[in-house]
């Protein structure tokens, strides 16, 4: 089968880094995604990587590594507002539906 | 540009009844999809349409059926609602099936009692 794997829940603090994991079993790969969801809310896209390496949207940065089938979304300077779940995403085919992880709700603490 | 739109945005059901959920977008996407959501869980695809004319089951498709009415629409019917089908759902669309981006509406929050 086809899985994705990612932490139930992460805790950080305000102002402090925090790192949400992803790894994924899937008969093939063409890239993986990360996307926000707020509580009452609908996911919203943040970012995406194809290729191995980090990829940096403001505060926000995704890494992948195709060998290891590992995945890593960064949230830096964390602020109140980024208190939501946040669910990765793989495509195994260019022609395929995305598979979803189940979610990783971030608790942030002031 | 109001990206994709679902409505109603909330319906309460008898068990039994039917009720068609509807999803539109104005981006000319090519592909979209249904998908449910439990609460405290991941979404679930029940049905997707990679392009116009065509329509194909996902993981949970049972209990629904779908019409891709033309490029921009694509609707989801539940024939005779169940508790079990009590969730939020929510239409995306892509550009492409398979591409890493999807848009998603607001959802429907619907319960059968």
């Known amino acids: 089968g086809q899985s994705l794997e990612q932490p139930s829940e992460v805790t950080a603090v305000e102002g402090a880094i925090v790192q949400i994991n992803c790894t994924y079993q899937?008969?093939?790969?063409?890239?993986l995604s990360w996307y926000q969801q707020h509580d009452g809310g609908a996911p919203t896209f943040l970012s995406y990587n194809a290729l191995d390496g980090l990829e940096e949207t403001g505060r926000f940065s995704s890494f992948l590594s195709r060998s290891d089938s590992y995945g890593y979304l960064l949230l830096q300077e964390l602020q109140m507002k980024d208190s939501a779940s946040y669910f990765c995403a793989v495509s195994p085919d260019s022609n395929y539906q995305l598979i979803w992880g189940a979610g990783t709700k971030l608790i942030i603490k002031p | 540009n109001a990206g994709v739109t679902q409505t109603p945005k909330f319906q309460v059901l008898k068990t039994g009844q039917s009720m068609t959920l509807q999803c539109a977008q104005d981006m000319n996407h090519n592909s979209m999809y249904w998908y449910r959501q439990d609460p405290g869980m991941g979404l679930r695809l029940i049905y997707y349409s990679a392009s116009e004319g065509t329509t194909d089951k996902g993981e949970v498709p049972n209990g629904y059926n779908v019409s891709r009415l033309n490029k921009r629409e694509f609707s989801l019917r539940l024939e005779s609602a169940a508790p079990s089908q009590t969730s939020v759902y929510f239409c995306?669309?892509?550009?492409?099936?398979?591409?890493?981006?999807?848009?998603f509406g607001p959802g429907t929050r619907l319960t059968v009692t």
């Open positions: 899937t008969s093939g790969f063409y890239g």
């Open positions: 995306a669309s892509n550009v492409r099936d398979g591409d890493l981006e999807q848009y």
